[in-house]
């Protein structure tokens, strides 16, 4: 069964400073997904992530992959308020088709 | 170009009473999914359509939610009887094949009373 663990569950920093959010998941995978939910919100695509060493940047946030390590980082850059969100990291096993598996989330929160 | 649309947004019913949501995907998109999303966790999958056939309905809780997609477009979700623990938000998302990027619409919120 694949698990997918994000960490920190909980985030508060200030405006300016630099943050990694780290997503590990437990079997071989080649597809990562970041999404981003505001509350009561849905979730916004923000990154798609297909092979090993893939770096894909918008904006503050930068997300990467490495396959081997099966570890996904999602770095932000110089926090803004506007970035406070909960941000899911969501592996893709594709075996048999679709199912993507959902890490618990990180609640970012930017403090001005 | 409209993204996934469902209806309703909010639904409030009373334990052992039916309920269905509805979910119209992206125009062209031949993959449909239905999540469960409980407060403080990331969404689980109910079900997945590949066109009109459900291909993946291994977490779907068979004895009292059923799913549908016909014609291959719309889908809706029931559950009957809903119970408490049904509470939750159901999110439907749509791709245009599988493995590929899925998008989400906006959810039901679920109570059950």
């Known amino acids: 069964e694949l698990k997918v663990e994000q960490n920190p569950l909980f985030l508060s920093m200030q405006e300016g400073k630099n943050y990694t959010i780290y997503c590990n998941y437990s079997t071989t995978s080649d597809r990562l997904y970041w999404y981003r939910q505001d509350p009561g919100k849905s979730l916004e695509s923000l990154f798609v992530?297909?092979?090993?060493?893939a770096v894909k940047q918008e904006g503050r946030l930068m997300a990467s992959l490495d396959t081997k390590a099966r570890l996904s980082t999602l770095h932000i850059t110089a926090a803004v308020h506007d970035l406070s969100a909960t941000y899911f990291c969501a592996v893709d096993m594709g075996v048999s088709g679709s199912r993507l598996t959902f890490g618990e989330g990180t609640q970012l929160t930017v403090n001005p | 170009e409209a993204g996934v649309v469902q209806s309703p947004r909010y639904k409030i019913i009373e334990k052992k009473q039916p309920v269905a949501f509805w979910c119209n995907p992206i125009?062209?998109?031949?993959?449909l999914y239905w999540y469960l999303q409980n407060l403080g966790q990331g969404p689980e999958l109910l079900i997945r359509?590949?066109?009109?056939?459900?291909?993946?309905d291994s977490q779907l809780p068979k004895d009292r939610f059923s799913a549908e997609r016909l014609k291959g477009v719309d889908s809706t979700l029931k559950i009957q009887p809903a119970e408490l623990g049904d509470s939750a938000v159901y999110l439907c998302?749509?791709?245009?094949?599988?493995?590929?990027?899925?998008?989400f619409g906006q959810g039901t919120r679920l109570t059950v009373v």
């Open positions: 125009s062209g998109h031949n993959t």
């Open positions: 998302a749509s791709s245009l094949y599988m493995n590929t990027e899925a998008f």
């Open positions: 359509y590949e066109n009109e056939e459900a291909v993946d």
């Open positions: 992530l297909l092979s090993n060493g």
